[in-house]
């Protein structure tokens, strides 16, 4: 199971209306082992496209950096559909190298970048295999968890 704060959230789904028509793209990161998506890092798509994202090599490469250095990893990798379900693509499947990760896509298709609901889910995709998870928002993420 997800959890997410109602911050991070809206974050995503901002993101996601803002980019829309072209797909958007970035991470949550956390502290390392502790599955908490505590720091939004929005990315640019470097495709630049309305159906197919791309992280800017340059700066995936300082993300990994600042990751490593604060000792936190990607608890989410997330990004949106624009035209299609939130469901992952067979490009989106190949793509998944983060294991413990929670990917999760926002399909921005029914209402645009205006100001209707959209479809957010939570996948876990390990060794091309993907599994749809439950999401939880919460107002907050408790600190003792």
């Given at each position: ?108 298709r029914e209402h645009g ?33």
């Amino acid at each position: 199971m997800l959890t997410i704060d109602q911050a991070t959230y809206d974050a995503i789904v901002g993101h996601a209306k803002r980019d829309h028509p072209d797909e958007a793209c970035g991470i949550v990161a956390g502290p390392e082992g502790t599955d908490r998506p505590e720091r939004f890092i929005e990315m640019v798509n470097a495709a630049g496209s309305p159906t197919f994202y791309e992280f800017d090599s340059t700066e995936l490469l300082q993300l990994y950096k600042d990751l490593w250095a604060n000792d936190e990893e990607p608890v989410i990798v997330y990004h949106s559909h624009t035209a299609t379900e939130a469901y992952p693509s067979r490009t989106d499947i190949g793509l998944a190298n983060e294991p413990n990760a929670h990917y999760v896509l926002v399909s921005t298709r029914e209402h645009g970048n205006d100001s209707g609901p959209v479809e957010f889910r939570s996948y876990r995709i390990v060794d091309g295999t993907v599994t749809e998870e439950e999401i939880s928002v919460v107002p907050t993420l408790d600190p003792a968890v």
